[in-house]
């Protein structure tokens, strides 16, 4: 076998180790950006920029909280955690919800998405005596966002 066939054999079966080590996504992934909070305390929307979530660049996305009935929950304390569950590692950047824009409207600031792949954005909610979280799965295809 001449060497440049055997390189870039290799390199195509150490690619597909590579990519089935880390895997897909779940096929059954809830993509959704808006659902209630894991024990329905509240509503939650995860808004990303208007020019999508992208690649390399450090961005600001938006978290919309309301009660059950639609009314925005103000003066509340988020918490941010996230990053790769295939890949056993978080975000590059440290995002965190920085001030409440609107009522019920929160700037998450620093968000970096390093390579394409499944993300999800865990959140601790905080509102008077109620307490709850939520999680959004963000999934990259060569730096676009599936939906």
Not at 70 to 83: H, K
Not at 134 to 142: S, T
């Amino acid at each position: 076998m001449r060497r440049s066939t055997f390189l870039a054999t290799a390199a195509a079966l150490l690619s597909a180790a590579y990519l089935t080590a880390c895997g897909s996504p779940p096929r059954d992934l809830d993509l959704s950006l808006q659902h209630p909070s894991t024990q329905g305390q509240f509503v939650v929307t995860l808004e990303p920029p208007a020019t999508g979530p992208v690649l390399g660049q450090i961005q600001t996305w938006q978290l919309r909280l309301a009660d059950r009935d639609g009314t925005p929950v103000s003066q509340a304390r988020i918490l941010f955690s996230g990053g790769m569950p295939q890949h056993g590692h978080g975000f590059p950047t440290r995002p965190r919800v920085t001030q409440e824009i609107s009522p019920g409207v929160y700037a998450l600031e620093g968000v970096k998405f390093s390579m394409s792949g499944w993300w999800d954005m865990r959140f601790g909610l905080q509102a008077g005596d109620r307490t709850d979280t939520a999680v959004f799965n963000v999934v990259l295809d060569d730096g676009r966002h599936r939906r």
